[in-house]
């Protein structure tokens, strides 16, 4: 019987370890996608205890710990940090089979050297231990991405930030990457005039623009894209329940604007209308630039409006959406193509039923002009666990090139969550490895290892054009 979260944890044969300890384990990490907060990496942050750096704003846990009985106080609400922690470990030992068991304890280990499983009797030794390190200049949230051979990560930010983090980080020259990333949603939410109106205001005082037509508008968001370009910016993302590709004239999107600002709501057709019309020109933008756009698309979001209105958004109320629409989506895309408009894109979905659509989807626009030009990202969210990673992984294989696949990402807010990436190569490296043992793949472990280091590591430093560190690729 193996050890739970021993150095083979998922590695069910020796080729598999091979792959991992020789070829993927060493790989330094490109996360193209978090929610990391800039300004804690800015002012190189310590947490004062596990708390902090563990509860706060993981609505993962938080769901857990709801599901398992315990009171919102816990989670989000008045009680201290100790006695939401004490929560969070009562909880744990019943999260048996779900991510959250793996990941946490992959956390305690990888970081504070904890082997010890977390439960109600071992609660206050190991938040003693771990909150004294984390108070310590060694545990900064600089040195906790050192020490997960962290070499480039981007933020999620609106098109209204300042960047004044980013500026700093750079400023000091720190080592790592860091770059902000275009997240301009609330451009689109035009369901509340009084929402929209008010973001258009903001917008207006992040780039020093009056803003009284769409042209106008417009203008000011590609004011800001241009901006984040100043600083390095090379991504675009968007969270959206389906992408926009409805028929609109240039008229009729004036028209709606002038409605919204005059505060009038404009119906469900004219939403979908001005949602595609504004989509359509920001990703004609990223074209312009040379920038990778992503799709984060298929989740249905703050559910229960009464927890929505108590605790405000992204608290734990979202799930998974209907299915996206095939139709839609490839009308999107074919119209920028046909174009010549079509930036590298990166499509995610929440659905899992959504799994063969999306890789198939990838195919239609891979041109040849870039390897990969069109991925089907990794499994997200409620899907990046080791279920649904195997069901991508295997889906991608099927109906596209895992060998081109630009990898992992941790999506997280929290800076203890890069073994996330740990996590998804040692399932790669099972997967190759199995495969291998049972004859279906050769035996060609220098051919493979370097296919593994691929995926892990250097399509993703390919795709986004990252200039050359003194990682070495092998020939």
């Known amino acids: 019987m193996k050890k739970f979260l021993d150095e083979n944890f998922l590695l069910n044969n020796k080729t598999a370890e091979q792959l991992y300890h020789e070829f993927a384990k060493q790989m ?18 310590c947490f004062e205890n596990l708390t902090q750096a563990w509860l706060y704003g993981d609505h993962y846990k938080w769901r857990a710990m709801r599901t398992n009985g315990v009171d919102e106080s816990y989670c989000t609400g008045y009680k201290n940090d100790y006695e939401k922690f004490e929560q969070w470990a009562a909880t744990v030992p019943y999260t048996l089979r779900n991510p959250l068991y793996h990941w946490t304890h992959l956390e305690l280990q990888r970081y504070f050297n904890v082997h010890e499983i ?26 906790l991405l050192r020490k997960m051979n962290v070499e480039f990560l981007c933020t999620t930010d609106d098109p209204t930030d300042n960047l004044e983090h980013h500026q700093k980080i ?17 451009a689109l939410q035009v369901e509340s005039e009084e929402s929209f109106n008010n973001y258009v205001n903001k917008l207006e005082g992040s780039c020093g623009l009056s803003i009284h037509s769409y042209d106008g508008y417009l203008e000011a968001l590609q004011n800001r894209h241009d901006y984040f370009a ?23 999107i004036e028209n709606i604007f002038s409605t919204i600002r005059s505060g009038k709501s404009p119906g469900v057709e004219d939403q979908m209308k001005f949602k595609s019309a504004v989509l359509a020109e920001l990703a004609k933008m990223n074209y312009a630039k040379g920038w990778v756009q992503q799709f984060h698309l298929g989740a249905i979001r703050n559910n229960n409006t009464r927890m929505m209105l108590e605790l405000g958004a992204d608290t734990g109320w979202d799930s998974i959406g209907d299915g996206i629409s095939a139709a839609t989506l490839s009308k999107f895309l074919d119209k920028l193509d046909a174009d010549n408009m079509l930036a590298k894109t990166i499509l995610y979905n929440l659905n899992p039923a959504d799994n063969e659509k999306m890789a198939t989807m990838a195919g239609n626009f891979n041109d040849g002009s870039v390897a990969g030009k069109i991925q089907w990202g990794s ?69 493979i290892g370097k296919v593994v280091q691929d995926i892990c590591y250097y399509n993703a430093k390919r795709y986004f054009q990252l200039p050359e560190t003194a990682v070495n690729e092998s020939d």
Not at 128 to 143: A, P
Not at 173 to 184: A, C, Q, S, W, Y
Not at 239 to 251: K, P, R, S
């Open 28 to 45: 330094p990490v490109i996360d193209y996608h978090n929610h990391l907060p800039p300004q804690q990496i800015a002012h190189d942050s």
């Open 118 to 143: 977390l439960s109600p009797s071992t609660a206050l030794d190991i938040y003693t231990e771990c909150s004294k390190k984390l108070q310590s200049r060694e545990y900064s949230v600089r040195n």
């Open 170 to 186: 750079q400023d000091d020259g720190f080592e790592i990457k860091v770059l902000p990333t275009f997240r301009p949603d609330k």
């Open 230 to 252: 100043t600083m390095g910016c090379m991504v675009a993302d968007h969270g959206l329940a389906q992408v926009y590709a409805d028929d609109y004239t240039y008229h009729e």
């Open 379 to 447: 499994a997200w969210w409620f899907l990046d666990q080791k279920d649904g990673m195997v069901k991508q992984l295997n889906t991608l294989s099927n109906m596209g090139l895992l060998s081109k696949f630009v990898g992992m990402l941790t999506d997280s807010r929290s800076f203890l969550s890069y073994p996330r990436h740990e996590y998804f190569r040692r399932i790669l490296c099972n997967l190759f490895g199995e495969e291998i043992e049972h004859g279906e793949l050769p035996n060609d472990i220098k051919w």
